[in-house]
């Protein structure tokens, strides 16, 4: 079953996105490389953030890096409760997903609709590949954190560390990549299992039950 964006059917929110030169559409989340981009992280202030690294990519104009987040629009999503895929509104009242590995304490990627889900879950080939290891986590509501860079390792790594959301503290001592979300309350569904339920029943078909 190698489900493809080319044979999905997209959510009308997701065939409204941006697309690749492929045709593919791309997530909200996706950080494009502009033309004359060189890759370097750009380091700025405010007195709300403090410290924070910040992006000036814009949907559609490059190319997009699938696998890489842009902070800003990360951030952005993750406060306002926008949808990682189609970049709208997702309602109190509508319950939303999270996906990631078994059990995760918590998300960087931004929470999505349902039908947002169900779709990424089919057409992303990350996901799909991961199979049982992808877990749907199904939340009304959930809690923000900060993931900040404390600093860097003799190898040139980024030290990370994570802050209570606004944490003035925080502001003077670390950088402000991304918001990490904590789910309230979260229903676990393995990916697969999930996907299966969500999809229209045919006659002579049994479901299999959820965990
Ligand atoms: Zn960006
Ligand atoms: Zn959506």
Not at 56 to 73: I, K, N, S, W
Not at 120 to 141: F, K, N, S, Y
Request: charged share 20%.
């Amino acid at each position: 079953m190698s489900a493809s964006w080319r044979t999905v059917p997209m959510p009308p929110r997701v065939a409204e996105l941006p697309r690749n030169s492929a045709g593919r559409p791309v997530p909200g989340n996706i950080a494009w490389h502009g033309v004359d981009d060189d890759g370097s992280i750009l380091l700025t202030r405010s007195p709300e953030l403090g410290g924070h690294i910040t992006c000036r990519c814009t949907p559609g104009l490059g190319t997009p890096v699938f696998g890489e987040q842009c902070p800003v629009r990360q951030r952005e999503f993750m406060t306002r409760r926008r949808c990682g895929l189609c970049t709208k509104y997702i309602a109190t009242t509508e319950q939303l997903a999270f996906i990631g590995e078994t059990n995760a304490a918590y998300y960087l990627e931004p929470p999505l609709h349902l039908s947002c889900a169900a779709y990424a879950l089919q057409v992303c080939p990350r996901l799909h590949a991961a199979g049982d290891r992808i877990e749907v986590c199904l939340t009304h509501t959930y809690t923000l954190a900060e993931d900040r860079i404390t600093g860097m390792t003799p190898e040139g790594d980024l030290v990370r560390a994570k802050f209570r959301f606004g944490d003035p503290i925080a502001r003077d001592l670390a950088v402000l990549e991304f918001y990490l979300a904590f789910p309230d309350a979260p229903e676990r569904r393995s990916g697969p299992a999930w996907l299966l339920a969500q999809q229209p029943r045919h006659d002579g078909e049994h479901p299999t039950p959820e965990r």
